[in-house]
Antibody, heavy 120, light 111 residues
């Protein structure tokens, strides 16, 4: 079965960077795009961007342009999301999510989430 | 301010029918991009409830249904149960933003 397993919780100081990993299994890693979505405490879902694991191309939400970098490692079927210049407002649970279909934007599978806390 | 607008809360008694609306614009729902719905139970990961406007993934009860018309979409839940108490989010794609967009979420309370 499809599984997305993310790295553990992180605590960072303002201005630092954080890199969250998401390891996929149970399907052909390069067949489906991977999305990153975050959720601040008590808030809604916010889309951050998408990476094509096949070629590595990315597309980021305008809000995160210049601060986020998504990469992938096909040898380990993992994708990474690095967010820099962290501020307190970046405290959130970060999810990777992937579709089940080659077309469309449905997010069928979700990682367990990684809590990133930004605090001095 | 979310690109897709949802009511902050809805409520209903067990057994009743409730609907959650999701209003977009001509650059997302109105541009024929599909709408998805997610259910997030307290303290859990979001779960896909409806995809492609009205399709249910395997395992989702047929009490949940989705529809779309013009620049809006709706999620209907019939035979309301206590376990349906959760946050519900709509999602689509916006061509002006070149981004996936979510609604702000609707908290369903089962009275």
């Amino acid at each position: 079965q499809v599984q997305l397993v993310q790295s553990g919780a992180e605590v960072k100081k303002p201005g630092a960077s954080v890199k969250v990993s998401c390891k996929a299994s149970g399907y052909t890693f390069t067949s489906y795009y991977m999305h990153w979505v975050r959720q601040a405490p008590g808030q809604g879902l916010e889309w951050m961007g998408i990476i094509n694991p096949s070629g590595g191309s990315t597309s980021y939400a305008q809000k995160f342009q210049g601060r986020v970098t998504m990469t992938r490692d096909t040898s380990t079927s993992a994708v990474y999301m690095e967010l820099s210049s962290l501020r307190s407002e970046d405290t959130a649970v970060y999810y990777c999510a992937s579709p089940k279909r080659a077309s469309g934007y449905s997010l069928d599978y979700w990682g367990q989430g990684t809590l990133v806390t930004v605090s001095s | 301010q979310s690109v897709l607008t949802q009511p902050p809360s809805v409520s209903g008694a067990p057994g009743q029918r409730v609907t959650v609306s999701c209003t977009g614009s001509s650059s997302n729902i109105g541009a024929a991009y599909d709408v998805q719905w997610y259910q997030q139970l307290p303290g859990t990961v979001p779960k896909l409830l409806i995809y492609g406007n009205s399709n249910r993934p395997s395992g989702v009860p047929d009490r949940f249904s989705g529809s779309k018309s013009g620049t809006s979409a709706s999620l209907a839940i019939t035979g309301l149960q206590a376990e349906d108490e959760a946050d519900y989010y709509c999602q689509s794609y916006d061509s002006s933003l070149s981004a996936v967009v979510f609604g702000g979420g609707t908290k369903l309370t089962v009275l």
